[in-house]
């Protein structure tokens, strides 16, 4: 056999994919000069290449297991997601001397290679092996009687993305030696997101009192402390000058060199500080920039916060304005029929009902109709005496005026509408009677009305749920000529769901679900509050009044932009429902009654024009984060579980364009409520996806593992009107809160009795603008950075239902089983292992103290702080282990394996 053989060489990858494309339909090549902007701009024709370094022993028989980055691959592949079955236009692509075909990654797959490297069909010839799991491992193996000791083997195989032409080409080179092991020089990150100062000419230079300097643009601080902010050149022969504006908009430092001090930093101090910058380089060009700081004062690090007590309030109740309310409607409106008679009519003692003689016979006729009549002017009557009386609410305008609000049956012969009687529907209208005037109404079929018969449950299944929607319009009419909302159609259907549902609760006891629509407040906490239509296909948000939404093609049909299921979202009522449940019921009248245009802007800014005060702008973003954080807990009272339970219904659902025809042609995506982040540096910072990062108002939920009695997850903004908190269940549901941060670090501290559930704590990043401007606002995705800390160990699956905290849950993606980790021992025995080297650096040996333990049953992991794998070896029987050579610095997991049970350590590599 030869050494150091291969087969010829992957060089010509365009003609490869070129090949590969002409098995494809024309279609699909044009297809590859484009790219949807919902995920971000696509690479052409890019190749990476990474190798993993292979010693295995000659008797051999385990597979050495290849770990590659699932982030390295995503992005090299220009793709959202790396999922077989979402993926079938991603290609696995084998090469053999003078032969390339391309295998569909519908399915894993695995080759044969021969002792030239060449692909073989035969087992008997078969050299050595790897095998592809779909996802993003691969697992090499040999045919111990084909090899001897000190052989080398190389072997290829790629990863093509057909569409684009994107390439990434893993070799293994394998050697049989006298151990086992397996490293790579593939990164943590394959594409460095550009961070905020990339950008800057100078470095920005923050201090707190008299520790090492920092060169970012971010400070954490405890009150009391001393600040210094300031820039430094880049380069020798460059120099900056500028000047300091501090959160305020003061200006506290003129333009000049010297570095702005603080010297005992208060709470007040904290936010954004502006810096315009005059920058000379070397040749002697003046650059001006304007360059933002974040300042972050804590007086209480490390201690719980109570929202509770940081909550604001705020509260409307009609009868503040009319002590008196109003008297029982007396005065009926006129309706006619089409025959010239008087409508039919049943009255109540605020509601009424008309209809007209050609009614569909599914409603009855004679006393059963009449009784079915009845029967809903009673439900009107107590439900909305209830909304009134008990709620605060007003009555609609009809009643304000005197007159009995209505039902107005369409379809039956009335001469107000010439519709069918077998037309079904129904909604709040405005219609107007023969007495004068245009009056809001429910506009109803047939349909729903026949409900309201006494054997109607007998007779169908749909009863309870078109007699609620029957009050739904009616609280719509209610709402028709309140003052407030009048640019935020999202809020008339959220805020007349949660009003059912606030009654229901108060009334009955009853605290439901919410309706299925609401999911989307729950499974996609990236998109605003004030949103209509959810995400949209381009990757941008509908705005509060269905901007960039509508959208119609030449022969006037409309183009579906939104996404199946969460497009919905302006029916979710889970918003008002944390504001009923915090704040208080008597905030969503409030809302009503004086937030004229936007619901955030409103309760912030409050109503000038009446002289009603807002919240302010700290209250109103806390109250953002307040609720993204409880949306990371499910803390709503007593709608927690229904909140759990709607979820969980819809936890792993695929979304994509609605209906055809549709805007563009986005890929299915799968729905989970929490956010991945990967490594962006060697630093140890990571990144959220691109794709569902927040947009305005929205936020991110990223669960992470700890251990251990404390744990620190640090916070970097990318963009201005950022905060973050850690938040966590009990076991038994308790719910806990870190300090919120701006920046900088955020600390859980808990005793052994008020652990995490699954010893997973969530990192809440939320953006907390609330005044929705023009497009540019509702297009926007919002950048951060975290960093692990003190005893979080590593990011967890956004696949694993964590919100189930009552249960032991198992992270599949640890395959170590890191996850059942949480000290520094072994449990219950003396076999802890001890790190005996007190530098670590890529490369370099790391002493282990083992005791009595057999370095042979000792396995070694090494993982990133993603849990992605880099490195797995047994231990060598002088106790030490070996790093891989091209490690980058950062945060690691070491986990050691010995029968059957893991420890697990942090460790640092410089």
Not at 157 to 180: R, W
Not at 694 to 720: A, K, M, Y
Request: hydrophobic share 35%; glycine share 8%.
């Amino acid at each position: 056999m030869r050494k150091n053989s291969t087969y010829e060489s992957l060089t010509n990858y365009n003609a490869m994919t070129n090949k590969a494309f002409h098995l494809l339909p024309l279609r699909l090549l044009a297809g590859a000069l484009v790219f949807s902007s919902a995920l971000g701009t696509v690479a052409k024709n890019t190749k990476h290449t990474y190798t993993f370094t292979i010693t295995r022993t000659v008797n051999q028989t385990d597979e050495t297991v290849c770990q590659a980055h699932l982030n390295v691959l995503k992005q090299g592949l220009s793709l959202s997601a790396l999922n077989v079955g979402t993926n079938p236009k991603f290609y696995a692509v084998q090469g053999t001397t003078g032969n390339y075909y391309a295998t569909s990654m519908l399915s894993p797959w695995g080759h044969r290679f021969n002792a030239s490297g060449v692909v073989t069909s035969s087992q008997t010839r078969m050299v050595t092996y790897s095998r592809y799991d779909g996802a993003a491992t691969f697992y090499v193996g040999h045919n111990p009687e084909k090899v001897s000791e000190g052989e080398n083997y190389v072997i290829r195989q790629a990863l093509v993305n057909h569409e684009t032409a994107d390439t990434v080409v893993y070799v293994f080179s394998i050697t049989m030696g006298e151990k086992s092991s397996v490293s790579s020089d593939e990164p943590a990150y394959a594409v460095h997101r550009a961070d905020k100062v990339d950008s800057w000419y100078p470095l920005p230079f923050v201090q707190q009192n008299d520790q090492t300097p920092q060169n970012e643009n971010f400070i954490q601080v405890n009150a009391g402390d001393r600040i210094t902010l300031g820039l430094r050149p880049r380069h020798e022969g460059e120099s900056v000058k500028f000047n300091v504006r501090n959160p305020a908009g003061k200006t506290v430092k003129n333009t000049n060199d010297n570095d702005y001090v603080l010297t005992a930093a208060e709470p007040a101090d904290a936010g954004y500080y502006t810096m315009v910058s005059r920058y000379t380089d070397a040749d002697g060009h003046a650059h001006i920039q304007t360059l933002t700081f974040v300042v972050d004062v804590q007086t209480n690090q490390g201690e719980n916060y109570d929202w509770k007590e940081h909550t604001p309030y705020w509260s409307y109740d009609f009868r503040d304005e009319n002590p008196d309310g109003f008297p029982t409607p007396t005065k009926t409106h006129t309706f006619k029929q089409r025959n010239g008679k008087n409508a039919n009519q049943v009255n109540g003692d605020w509601w009424c009902v008309y209809w007209g003689d050609n009614l569909n016979s599914e409603c009855g006729s004679g006393e059963v109709l009449q009784k079915a009549m009845t029967n809903m002017m009673a439900k009107y009557d107590e439900d909305f005496a209830y909304i009134r009386n008990e709620m605060g609410w007003p009555p609609d305008i009809n009643a304000r005026k005197g007159y009995k609000s209505f039902v107005y049956v369409f379809g039956s012969g009335l001469a107000n509408d010439n519709t069918s009687p077998t037309e079904k529907g129904g909604y709040q209208s405005q219609t107007s009677p023969a007495d004068g005037g245009t009056w809001p109404c429910v506009w109803a079929s047939y349909y729903p009305v026949s409900r309201f018969r006494d054997d109607a449950d007998q007779k169908w299944n749909d009863g309870d749920y078109q007699r609620e929607a029957m009050i739904h319009e009616g609280i719509h009419a209610t709402f028709a000529d309140m003052e407030g909302v009048k640019q935020s159609a999202w809020f008339h259907e959220g805020g007349n769901v949660w009003l059912q549902m606030a009654m229901n609760s108060k009334r009955d006891g009853v605290y439901g679900s919410p309706g299925w629509l609401g999911v989307g407040n729950l499974i996609c906490p990236f998109m605003p509050i004030e949103c209509y239509s959810g995400w949209l296909q381009d990757g941008s948000f509908g705005g509060p009044s269905a901007e960039g939404v509508n959208m119609y093609n030449a022969n006037g049909q409309q183009v579906c932009t939104w996404r199946n299921l969460i497009g919905g979202v302006q029916y979710g009522e889970v918003f008002p429902l944390f504001l009923g449940e915090t704040v208080g019921q008597g905030s969503i009248p409030w809302i009503w009654r004086y937030c004229r245009t936007r619901v955030l802007e409103g309760i912030a800014l409050g109503n000038s024009k009446e002289k009603v005060e807002g919240i302010g702008d700290e209250a109103m973003r806390r109250l953002i984060l307040q609720y993204r954080a409880k949306l990371a807990t499910l803390d709503f009272g007593g709608f927690s579980n229904g909140c759990r339970n709607l979820l969980n219904n819809y936890f792993h659902s695929t979304v994509k364009a609605e209906w055809e025809p549709y805007w563009i042609d986005v890929a299915p995506f799968q729905l989970t409520p929490y956010q991945t982040c990967e490594p962006n540096d060697d630093k140890g910072w990571l990144a959220p996806d691109t794709i569902t990062n927040p947009g305005w108002s929205g936020g991110n939920i990223i669960p992470i593992h700890v251990q251990g009695n404390t744990c620190t997850v640090e916070f970097r903004p990318e963009d201005l009107n950022m905060n973050a908190q850690l938040c966590y269940r009990t076991k038994d549901g308790r719910c806990f809160y870190s300090q919120p941060v701006a920046c900088g670090k955020m600390v859980l501290n808990w005793a052994d009795a008020d652990r995490p559930a699954n010893m997973v704590v969530f990192c809440v990043v939320a953006n907390t603008d609330y005044i929705y401007v023009n497009d540019d606002t509702r297009k926007k995705h919002f950048d951060y950075r975290i960093r692990l800390g003190e005893n979080a160990l590593a990011v967890a699956s956004k696949d694993v239902r964590w919100y189930f905290y009552e249960q032991t849950l198992t992270d599949k993606e640890f395959e170590t089983g890191i996850e059942q980790v949480h000290s520094d021992s072994f449990a219950g025995n003396e076999e802890g292992i001890r790190i005996l080297s007190s530098v670590l650096h890529g490369g370099k040996q790391v002493q282990l103290d083992l005791g009595s333990i057999p370095p042979s049953e000792v396995t070694a992991h090494l993982i990133g702080v993603s849990g992605v794998a880099i490195d797995q070896q047994t231990v060598s029987s002088d106790g030490t282990i070996q790093l891989p050579q091209q490690l980058r610095r950062g945060l690691y997991i070491l986990a050691l394996k010995h029968n059957g049970k893991v420890q697990a350590k942090k460790v640092y590599v410089e």
